[in-house]
């Protein structure tokens, strides 16, 4: 197993001169990037998460557009003086430059953008748990930019108040949608035909929807809850109620037993 050392390109502490100070307005431009040394250069992203690295520095897993999930070293980040100090936090939109082909690349630059209301109360613990679901689901290096709009949205709509438990469901679903896990939820796998908004299902996380039988143990769902979920309607409480169950399980199933930390707090406070 590698160590973090090996894992990171060869430069020294101080990080790299930063590219030629970008707007507001071109932040949004589409990134560059030079297959020579694999830099990329104002791509749009966010902090998911960060850990300390020998004395001044941070390891932190990127949420990119264009590059999905990225580990990057942030070189003298802890300093008192580093400008990147007040730069690298969750929620905040940024653009940000790194280098190196390495599993860690080394951070070049990172700006604030801006743009978007902070996160408080319950809608930061909201984000702290999509933030996790990020981590553990998604593979580096996968660029996934439909989920990183779908992202940025949810963080939107919670920063704006609107209903976490739904907000919620759907950026779950669209995880496992873009993962490819995510079965078509209007389809009877065993019958072929269309699901019944009056029947009872279950469903398989690896194959899809079907009929449920005696003694399920899995958790069994209306057909109704099923095509909701699959247009992306929430309004009856009755779907919220079994959504949360299935996407629980669902969830579990596919982080093969890992825990979700902010998840059980999350259910502690307000039963999402």
Not at 72 to 85: E, I, N
Not at 206 to 213: I, L, N, P, T, V
Not at 251 to 260: D, E, V, Y
Request: glycine share 8%; hydrophobic share 40%.
């Amino acid at each position: 197993m590698p160590s973090h050392d090996d894992l990171i390109d060869n430069a020294p502490e101080q990080a790299a001169p930063p590219p030629a100070k970008r707007t507001r307005a071109s932040a949004s431009a589409p990134a560059r990037s030079s297959a020579r040394d694999g830099r990329v250069l104002g791509q749009p992203g966010f902090v998911l998460h960060s850990y300390p690295y020998k004395e001044t520095s941070l390891i932190i897993d990127m949420f990119t557009r264009d590059h999905g999930r990225v580990g990057v070293v942030a070189k003298g980040a802890k300093r008192p003086f580093s400008k990147l100090r007040g730069v690298l936090q969750t929620f905040q939109p940024l653009s940000v430059s790194w280098s190196g082909k390495s599993e860690l690349r080394t951070l070049i630059d990172a700006e604030w953008v801006g743009g978007m209301l902070p996160l408080e109360r319950t809608a930061l613990l909201c984000g702290f748990y999509l933030n996790e679901l990020l981590v553990k689901l998604l593979a580096r290096d996968d660029r996934h930019p439909a989920l990183f709009d779908h992202y940025v949205s949810t963080l939107n709509q919670l920063a704006h108040g609107e209903p976490a438990q739904i907000v919620l469901r759907k950026f779950e679903r669209a995880l496992l949608k873009e993962t490819g896990v995510a079965a078509d939820l209007s389809r009877c796998t065993t019958t072929r035909s269309r699901v019944e908004a009056g029947g009872d299902y279950v469903v398989d996380p690896e194959r899809g929807a079907r009929e449920a039988g005696a003694g399920e143990v899995w958790p069994v769902v209306l057909g109704k809850t099923l095509l909701d979920m699959e247009r992306e309607d929430y309004t009856d409480p009755a779907t919220q109620a079994q959504s949360k169950q299935l996407m629980r399980f669902l969830l579990a199933h596919h982080l093969g037993g890992q825990p979700l930390n902010t998840r059980q707090i999350l259910i502690d406070l307000m039963q999402l």
